[in-house]
């Protein structure tokens, strides 16, 4: 019986294939990325909410279906914060978020403050992962 164990855990594997699991070296992912800058007076205000939309041909069907968009803002243009991203300023609180579609990325500000001010200039970067799937 023993003998007979050892034969079919032998046997188990010689017969299994070896898959490869390399992994991809760094820098062959299919990643780009675009810096928008919005101006204070670039900005839609309707129903509490501002609104923008950026148009970049990074965004195509294949990065939709298969890849990712990802959307990040700053406001010194050395740290970068991914969106949504909810900020608190002393007269309420500021909301991103966006929407991704072919082309294009709308971006949300729920403006919840005592005042109706705009978000201001603000620099946003946008990073298209192609075929991640």
Known sequence: MKYLLIITLFTCLLSCKKTDTTPTPAGDANVQSQLFNINNSDWSYVNNVYSY???????????????????????????????????????????F?????????????????????????????????DDIL
Do not use: H, M, R
């Open 53 to 95: 939309t950026l148009y970049t041909s990074l965004i195509t069907d294949n990065v939709l279906n298969t890849g990712a968009v990802q959307l990040y803002i700053t406001q010194d243009g050395v740290n970068y914060i991914a969106l949504p991203f909810t900020e608190y300023p002393a007269a309420g609180s500021l909301s």
């Open 97 to 129: 978020n966006y929407e991704a579609k072919t082309g294009q990325i709308a971006i949300y500000a729920d403006a919840n403050y005592t005042q109706t001010a705009s978000p201001g200039a603000v620099t946003f970067k946008v990073v298209v992962i």
